[in-house]
């Protein structure tokens, strides 16, 4: 097995065809998926005909782009243009959209070749995989956990080298979350780098899509691909960070701060603790300066996510109304109609999360709850600008457990609600983070190291999970 | 004597405020590049953005905040520094999204005002948002909700809105009428919409009650839609002024609805609607950047905004000495007062008075008929100048120069090419005038003696008598000019 | 930091019923009463925010700082019908068919 910019270095060379690489990916899809059941959708023949494409072009002497013949998976919450796009859920079941979101289009333009789309949460809520309504994902590393969610599938699929590299989308940790408990890279990247448009909305003002890979260099080259403005997403930004391949791993006189209220904290466990604590020691010893710094107002960002999240998500599903495509449940009337349709389309989860955002938002409780939420993520926004005057990075682990084992946390929602504890400030602010393998629990399984930077700090970002990956983890 | 006459002894005074909607003659829609369109097949405009699609995002039409910058100073609005969107989230068929995007508690354009009458009317506000799609109706005589199914055409969702709501500060359906015609105005004149009620580019809705004279609480308001012409606007809100009158004073509570206007059965009537079910739970759109208008914005949408209605009517009365009426007409229509004012700048001869009168009676006929525009004309406005100088020259006569206007507009030439084609030129042939003059000059001794010798008076008497004898000698055609002219030599 | 007390946050059978009615969600009585359960325990965690005393604090609906984003009033490609319609639960004469619409706009 090959990184991702060996396989592109290897095509664009001409040692190996795009068609060979896409046949190994398929041949190990064919023979591990039927256990996990990381892909809703596997698009074989559509992936060898752009594999042949980019052979083509090599042998007219054409540069196929820099994720020449390089199989990706993803998420099934891009739209793709005649490909079965689903959110896991029924209400979209068997819908083929009649266009690409603007990833999809840089990813094949770039010469990748899309082997299929990944299973997730219904609607990319959830943090296990357990609520697609098409059947779990299993984790590759242990059948018997969940491999996270909600890009469960994009994050078990890298882990399972179904795909060198796939796409996520993270609302509230939905790749670092997946990607720490697959022992796999996972990056959100800062809100705007990377167009959301043709990602199926969960969450408009936290969402952004990112890579997932086997490593830390992998995910740049993923990312340089895909970032960059975007004239379709009025939320894109102009500016980009600077190409991230290759981009240096020295960290000497770096400022790294642990977060106390991510680490120190009940509820994180002990091991994960300890592997944060031997990261920031691997990147001391190579010459980083590393302090615990507070972030106070972090406490509240499960609180501020789960009132935002569900308010905009309420209204952002509100056109699955059995009107335009997808599901349809008649009735007598339209009001009944949409009902139904939404009744049966819908999963537990997904309709607790829109009964919970209505809620917040209806007469009377907006100030109370959205308004609120949205005035402590100012506060949020402010302690994180006051702990970046004094720090280059900061530190923390990406999840307070490794994976769980099916079925632990669905009887309980907030339960479920607390893996994503760590994850959800950086999405509230708006900042990068990352996930980096760090180590294994005394249960054998990946933890995570997870590094925030400022707004489009990933150059800094990425250089310290270079270290911390050169470092390896090992106790 | 019941208790209900004695009530029927208060006078009530009427409460009306206005919301109009007005859709932005834009090329594209509001936050996608699909045609703004009227008229083209069903489901042919549309994308995955104005189709709502899942994954699709909105972005803000440049033209559309020019538009509302236009608004915001041809009404006198308070533009503030910064405005957002907020979704409007409610189901129905006809959005997309099931939820509109609009503006709410920081719309682009803030507590303006017009004058109506010598009257200032407030307006509260003025916001962007998207129109919904067009659902038609099957079964039950069309109605809405007596129909079988109803089918849904999105090619309108998406076009640009601006809302305008004005304060509940008119009292009769005249006012309100008046308000509207001129709102219509201001916005033709800056070019932001077509304003065809009868094609739905405008709707008004009235929010109508009443309250006892003298009272200042207002009264429980109804809303009445679908008006479709001015007209049918006072017709509305008197019906709905007199049943709530009548109620009031039978001791029936009146409700806060919405109610239908039925333009043939000339009544309003209630809807059903789900009881409790408006709760639009706004909130800020996240997928929009807040519109923060430069001075450079401003400035561009002040440069475009021409003379306003008002100050129009008021020039055109003063300088071209035209009744108010014939102003307010030509006014109402900004492309036939644009073709008046250059056809005024081009008169040699005659009045501007007479390029009014030809514009808003003949030329808006025309228009009305053939459903053109005077730039399409194939009489120009410099043409039409030259028409009135043959007429104010009276070289030919007015019921001469409508067959000359009729053979313009029909594509036959300029008109004194027209004129002379169709035997209506003058003769300006200047030796065969001369014959004329010289003729009557010898056929009238006496007249020319007598004006030789006579005073003041009696030359212009008998000189207006020759002029009139060459005019006959010519049967009506000589140039008058050239006649006075060569008259004078004769007589010098 | 703590505003007033935290008021016991409880969501009655009838909140339930009237949101899902919002939200055009059909719940059977079983679902009414477990959302019932579930939203009032998820919102009694949210009172560490809502009592919160947060005057003067701007909100932040948006991360970034952007105004202005704007598009040129320029038409683009639109949609092919058959393939949206094709899409759609029913359809006919070129529109997209529903039921009879009760309620109003
Ligand atoms: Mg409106
Ligand atoms: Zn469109």
């Known amino acids: ?475 | ?492 | 930091m703590a505003k007033q007390s935290n008021e016991q946050v409880s969501i009655t059978r009838s909140d339930v019923e009237h949101v899902a009615m919002l939200a055009r969600l059909a719940l059977t009585p079983d679902e009414v009463g477990e959302f019932a359960e579930q939203l009032t325990a998820i919102l009694g965690h949210a009172t560490d925010i809502s009592s919160l005393d947060l005057d003067g604090v701007p909100t932040t609906a948006h991360p970034l700082p952007v105004t202005n984003v704007l598009r040129e009033d320029v038409i683009g490609p639109s949609l092919d019908r058959d393939e949206v319609l094709a899409a759609a639960p029913s359809a006919e004469e070129g529109r997209f068919r529903v039921p009879r619409i009760m309620g109003e706009a």
């Open chain 2, 1 to 492: 004597m019941s208790s209900n006459e004695v009530q029927a002894e208060i006078q009530y005074e009427t409460v009306i405020g206005l919301e109009v909607h007005v859709e932005l003659a834009t090329k594209t829609k509001l936050f996608c590049a699909c045609a703004n369109e009227f008229g083209s097949e069903p489901n042919t405009n549309i994308c995955p953005v104005c189709l709502g699609l899942p994954g699709s995002l909105p972005v803000l039409n440049e033209r559309v905040v020019d538009f509302a910058l236009r608004i915001g100073e041809a009404l006198n609005f308070t533009v503030p520094q910064r405005s957002i969107f907020h979704r409007k989230n409610y189901f129905y068929p006809d959005m997309p999204k099931d939820f509109q995007t609009s503006q709410y508690d920081e719309p682009i354009c803030a507590e303006g005002w017009i004058e109506v009458d010598g009257e200032r009317i407030g307006i509260e506000r003025a916001h962007m948002e998207e129109d919904t799609g067009k659902s038609t109706h099957v079964g039950g005589g069309g109605r809405i909700h007596d129909a079988d199914h109803s089918l849904v055409d999105y090619n309108r969702a998406g076009v640009p809105l601006m809302e305008i709501v004005s304060h509940p500060a008119m009292r009769s359906s005249e006012q309100a009428r008046g308000y509207v015609s001129e709102l219509r105005a201001v916005l033709l004149a800056i070019g932001v919409s077509d304003v065809k009620m009868e094609e739905g580019s405008m709707r008004v809705d009235a929010n109508v009650s009443i309250r006892p004279v003298g009272t200042t609480q207002l009264g429980t308001k109804v809303e009445i839609k679908n008006m479709n012409s001015i007209r049918s606007l006072g017709r509305a809100i008197d019906y709905e002024v007199e049943r709530q009158t009548i109620a009031t004073n039978t001791g029936e509570r009146i409700v806060q609805e919405t109610r239908h206007w039925d333009e043939s059965e000339g009544i309003t009537h209630g809807m059903r609607s789900k009881e409790g079910s408006s709760d639009y739970r706004f909130f800020p759109e996240p997928d929009l950047a807040p519109v923060a208008p430069t001075d450079e914005m401003r400035a561009a949408a002040r440069a475009a905004i021409p003379e306003l209605p008002a100050a129009l009517r008021e020039r055109i009365v003063a300088e071209w000495q035209v009744a108010e009426h014939d102003a307010r007409v030509l006014v109402a229509n900004p492309a036939l007062s644009d073709y008046a004012q250059e056809s005024v700048a081009a008169l040699a001869s005659g009045s501007a008075r007479d390029v009014v009168n030809w514009c808003t009676g003949e030329l808006l006929a025309y228009g009305n008929e053939t459903g053109s525009e005077p730039n399409s004309w194939a009489l120009s406005p410099i043409a039409l100048a030259e028409l009135v100088g043959l007429v104010g020259d009276g070289a030919i006569s007015r019921s001469q120069a409508k067959e000359v206007l009729a053979g313009c507009l029909a594509g036959e030439g300029a008109p004194s090419d027209v004129a002379s084609a169709r035997g209506l030129a003058q003769v300006s042939d200047e030796g065969a005038l001369a014959a004329i003059i010289a003729g009557v000059l010898e056929a009238n001794p006496d007249a020319v003696a007598e004006y030789r010798t006579g005073d003041e008076k009696a030359q212009k008497k008998k000189r207006g008598f020759l002029m009139g004898e060459a005019m006959k000698a010519s049967k009506g055609q000589g140039n008058p000019a050239l006649l006075n002219r060569l008259l004078d030599a004769g007589l010098a």
């Open chain 1, 1 to 475: 097995m090959r990184s991702a910019v060996e396989i592109a270095a290897a095509v664009r060379s001409g040692e190996r065809t795009a068609r060979s690489v896409a046949e190994e990916h398929l041949a190990t899809i064919a023979s591990r998926e039927g256990e996990i059941h990381a892909f809703n959708h596997v698009t074989a023949d559509a992936a060898l005909a752009q594999a042949d494409a980019v052979d083509a072009k090599v042998a007219r002497g054409e540069d196929p782009g820099p994720l020449a013949g390089v199989p990706v998976a993803l998420k099934d919450n891009l739209c793709t243009r005649g490909v079965p796009t689903t959110c896991s859920s029924r209400i979209l079941d068997g819908w083929l959209p009649p266009y690409n979101a603007t990833v999809v289009e840089r990813v094949t333009a770039a010469g990748g070749v899309a082997v299929g789309k990944t299973n997730l949460d219904e609607f990319a809520m959830g943090s296990s995989t357990e609520n697609s309504a098409f059947g779990p994902t299993l984790n590759p590393l242990d059948l018997s956990r969940v491999p996270g969610g909600s890009s469960g599938g994009s994050a078990a699929a890298v882990a399972a080298r179904f795909a060198p590299l796939s796409l996520g989308s993270d609302t509230g940790g939905s790749i670092r979350q997946p990607a720490s408990f697959c022992g796999v890279v996972g990056v959100k990247p800062t809100y705007g780098v990377v167009s959301r448009y043709g990602l199926i909305a969960f969450a408009s003002s936290l969402d952004q899509i990112g890579p997932f890979a086997a490593t830390v260099n992998d995910a740049a080259l993923l990312l340089d691909v895909i970032s960059g403005h975007d004239r379709m997403d009025s939320t894109s930004i102009a500016a980009s960070p600077t190409a991230l391949l290759n981009d240096g791993t020295d960290v000497a006189g770096l400022r790294v701060g642990l977060v106390t209220e991510l680490t120190d904290v009940e509820g994180i466990d002990p091991e994960v603790r300890a592997a944060v604590e031997r990261a920031a020691s691997a990147l001391e010893a190579q010459g980083a300066i590393v302090e615990r710094i507070s972030v106070p107002s972090c406490i509240y960002g499960l609180s501020a996510y789960y009132l935002i999240a569900p308010a905009e998500a309420s209204s952002n599903l509100a056109r699955y109304d059995g009107v335009r495509y997808g599901l349809r449940v008649d009735g007598d009337d339209v009001y009944e109609m949409n009902s139904a349709t939404r009744d049966a389309g819908f999963g537990a989860e997904v309709k607790r999360r829109i009964m919970l955002g209505t809620y917040a938002l209806s007469a009377g409780f907006y100030d109370a709850y959205y308004a609120q939420a949205q005035r402590v993520r100012t506060l949020i926004i402010r302690d994180f600008a006051a702990a970046y005057e004094r720090f280059d990075v900061l530190l923390s682990p990406t999840t307070p457990t490794t994976a769980f084992k099916f079925g632990a946390k669905t009887e309980d929602p907030f339960s479920m609600y607390l893996s994503d504890i760590c994850t959800i400030a950086s999405n509230l602010a708006g900042h990068p983070a990352m996930s980096i393998p760090f180590g294994l629990g005394s249960d054998a399984m990946p933890i995570g190291v997870q590094v925030l930077a400022p707004a489009l700090g990933e150059s800094v970002m990425f250089r310290v999970a270079r270290a911390i990956e050169a470092a390896g983890g090992v106790a």
